[in-house]
């Protein structure tokens, strides 16, 4: 059994950026702890990238807020976190979940049976959609979320994702 982290868009304009709260300052240091708690080779990332068309976007027309322009200081995850992450596998994502991050776990699953633990932002978007996306790929694998190392927009939308995600049987730890 191998376990694997992976660390959802702890990016600048999400945390003090265009997006930033409170709640997602509030977990960085939390995250670094949780990187460092794993081997490196075990450990994924990814950063929500978009381009400069970003308001034209189906995604855009619904959050019109540009941020994570690929190539911008918003788009860089937190130093801290990037100083953490070393040599980590990153995965630029252009929407919510990432087929190719489900796509390279799935490959390392057949080879050998992972756990796959989940932390980063926004809980309520990002987080659960990959979530959701591993747990519809790999069924039989154990997928956890670790409440007190994700930040939602809101409070409100972190517990309602932490029970969406419990409900489609991914463990939440952390609370």
Not at 65 to 70: A, L, P, V
Not at 145 to 151: G, L
């Amino acid at each position: 059994m191998r376990n694997i982290l992976v660390v959802i868009d702890m990016q600048k304009d999400f945390i003090n950026g265009a997006l930033g709260t409170k709640e997602a300052q509030e977990i960085v240091g939390r995250v670094v702890e949780k990187i460092h708690a794993y081997p490196a080779g075990n450990i994924y990332a990814t950063r929500d990238t978009h381009q400069e068309n970003y308001l034209e976007t189906a995604e855009g027309k619904h959050l019109p807020i540009r941020h994570c322009i690929e190539g911008t200081e918003g788009w860089e995850l937190h130093p801290d976190v990037a100083k953490a992450l070393g040599e980590a596998v990153i995965v630029n994502k252009p929407s919510f979940g990432s087929v190719v991050l489900a796509d390279l776990l799935e490959e390392e699953n057949a080879v050998e049976e992972l756990e796959i633990e989940l932390v980063g932002l926004c809980t309520d978007i990002c987080v659960v959609s990959n979530a959701l996306l591993l747990k519809a790929v790999m069924p039989e694998t154990t997928i956890s979320v670790d409440a007190s190392c994700c930040a939602g927009v809101t409070p409100e939308s972190h517990q309602a994702a932490l029970l969406t995600m419990e409900m489609c049987q991914i463990e939440i730890t952390g609370r």
